[in-house]
């Protein structure tokens, strides 16, 4: 699919195949915590923020919702692969249900640094949603809820962005190389 912006290449999925998804993946959590008290929701931010959203909005499950940023990026388009804590969660995760909701896994370093940083924490469980997986990533990272596998190229939208901005665009496209590579 074209889109109209310049900056925009094309778009990846759509904003009604994202719906779409969203709602299958929140009934699978469901069918798989079923039986579980509460669900504690953990959103990275900035980018998981509006999955986040739709997908708690769309949870027939007792659940709740928390944040946690982390920093893998310059103010360069690269990354560094060493990631930071930025935002701590607010309460303990101690013998909780933890799912933690990521917007993409590019290399793997932000979703490998998260798990090993909340598995130290001891909750009951620990599992992952992800939006979105570059089919490059380098580690070997296992997703319990993955939405798409895209293409290795630079992505904005639903949440995903580029220094800031394209967050808000209702899909998924590929970003112009003149945009990044200035």
Request: hydrophobic content about 40%; some cysteine.
């Given at each position: 699919m074209?889109?109209n912006?310049?900056?925009?290449?094309?778009v990846?999925?759509?904003?009604?195949?994202i719906?779409?998804?969203?709602?299958s993946?929140?009934?699978?959590?469901?069918?798989?915590?079923?039986?579980?008290?509460?669900l504690?929701?953990?959103?990275i931010?900035?980018?998981?923020?509006i999955?986040?959203?739709?997908?708690?909005?769309?949870?027939?499950?007792?659940?709740?919702?928390?944040?946690?940023?982390?920093?893998?990026?310059?103010?360069?388009?690269?990354t560094?692969?060493?990631?930071?804590?930025?935002?701590?969660?607010?309460e303990?995760?101690?013998?909780?249900?933890v799912?933690?909701?990521?917007?993409?896994?590019?290399?793997?370093?932000?979703l490998?640094?998260?798990?090993?940083?909340?598995?130290?924490?001891?909750?009951?469980?620990?599992?992952?949603?992800?939006?979105?997986r570059?089919?490059?990533d380098?580690?070997?990272?296992?997703?319990?809820?993955?939405?798409?596998?895209?293409?290795?190229?630079?992505?904005v939208?639903?949440?995903?962005?580029?220094?800031?901005?394209?967050?808000?665009?209702?899909?998924?496209?590929?970003?112009?190389?003149?945009v990044?590579?200035?």
């Amino acid at each position: 699919m074209v889109t109209n912006n310049p900056d925009l290449d094309r778009v990846l999925i759509s904003q009604a195949q994202i719906a779409e998804r969203v709602k299958s993946i929140a009934a699978q959590v469901a069918k798989d915590y079923d039986n579980v008290d509460n669900l504690y929701m953990v959103g990275i931010l900035k980018g998981a923020f509006i999955f986040l959203a739709d997908l708690a909005r769309e949870l027939q499950v007792s659940h709740s919702v928390d944040f946690m940023a982390v920093s893998s990026y310059g103010k360069t388009a690269t990354t560094s692969g060493e990631v930071r804590l930025v935002l701590d969660l607010r309460e303990p995760i101690i013998d909780k249900h933890v799912l933690i909701v990521e917007d993409i896994v590019d290399t793997g370093h932000t979703l490998n640094y998260l798990l090993k940083t909340l598995r130290g924490r001891q909750p009951k469980s620990l599992k992952t949603c992800v939006l979105v997986r570059k089919e490059r990533d380098s580690l070997d990272i296992n997703v319990d809820y993955l939405g798409f596998t895209i293409p290795d190229v630079w992505v904005v939208g639903y949440g995903l962005d580029y220094a800031d901005s394209y967050r808000t665009l209702p899909y998924i496209a590929e970003l112009n190389k003149r945009v990044y590579s200035k």
